[in-house]
């Protein structure tokens, strides 16, 4: 079955940095799009960042944009999400997803996806 494995999530200082990975299994990943999203207490799961299955196009949230970057590796069927210069407000779970050949037009919206991980803590102190 298909399996999306969040891992690197911690605590670190504000203006700290932390990369979280998403592997995954069960599912042909090069034809994935790949999103990451959050949820902090009490809210609603926000978008975070896309990466199309092409590789060629990304998409961020404007409260990341310039601190966050995806990436993927095809090879090891492996998302990442590097998180520089990090803030309090972006303590959250973080979720990765995945949906086979999402358009570039869609990829920002949680419904879209139909696989999901498990979650992955962050917590960024003051």
């Known amino acids: 079955q298909v399996q999306l494995v969040e891992s690197g999530g911690g605590l670190v200082q504000a203006e700290g940095s932390l990369r979280l990975s998403c592997a995954a299994s069960?599912?042909?990943?090069?034809?994935?799009?790949m999103g990451w999203f959050r949820q902090a207490p009490g809210q609603e799961r926000e978008f975070v960042a896309a990466?199309?299955?092409?590789?060629?196009?990304?998409t961020y949230a404007d409260s990341v944009k310039g601190r966050f970057t995806i990436s993927r590796d095809n090879g090891k069927n492996t998302v990442y999400l590097q998180m520089n210069s990090l803030k309090p407000e972006d303590t959250a779970v973080y979720y990765c997803?995945?949906?086979?050949?999402?358009?570039?037009?869609?990829?920002?919206?949680?419904?879209?996806?139909?696989?999901w991980g498990q979650g992955t803590q962050v917590t960024v102190s003051s």
């Open positions: 997803a995945a949906r086979d050949t999402l358009s570039v037009a869609t990829m920002t919206e949680s419904a879209r996806y139909n696989y």
């Open positions: 069960g599912l042909t990943f090069s034809r994935q799009t």
């Open positions: 990466i199309h299955w092409s590789s060629r196009f990304t």
